[in-house]
Nanobody
Framework: QVQLVESGGGLVQAGRSLRLSCAASGFILSFRAMGWYRQAPGKQRELVADITSGGSTEYADSVKGRFTISRANAKNTVYLQMNSLKPEDTAVYYC?????????WGQGTQVTVSS
């Protein structure tokens, strides 16, 4: 069983930055990949960014150039640095881990961007 705990969400003005953290209960390099998803009211959950155990990353087109996913292996933590935030980034952000094909989710953290 893998537990994921997100933190770092909050209310921020457009143009500002936030950093989300996801602390995992397991050794993150043993996971195929970890990622961040988000779900806005009335919309489907969508991939924001992910990072594989080999360090490859991918991003949604809407966040490329503004968001950066990274990890601290010794801390079993994955981060999402979000810069130049826009009101349309408002959503609940969820951490995700793929361990051997099994998917695990955190409880989510709210990010609200005011205009």
């Amino acid at each position: 069983q893998v537990q994921l705990v997100e933190s770092g969400g909050g209310l921020v003005q457009a143009g500002r930055s936030l950093r989300l953290s996801c602390a995992a209960s397991g050794f993150i390099l043993s996971f195929r990949a970890m990622g961040w998803y988000r779900q806005a009211p009335g919309k489907q959950r969508e991939l924001v960014a992910d990072i594989t155990s080999g360090g490859s990353t991918e991003y949604a087109d809407s966040v490329k150039g503004r968001f950066t996913i990274s990890r601290a292996n010794a801390k079993n933590t994955v981060y999402l640095q979000m810069n130049s935030l826009k009101p349309e980034d408002t959503a609940v952000y969820y951490c995700n881990a793929d361990k051997g094909g099994l998917l695990y989710w955190g409880q989510g953290t709210q990010v609200t961007v005011s205009s």
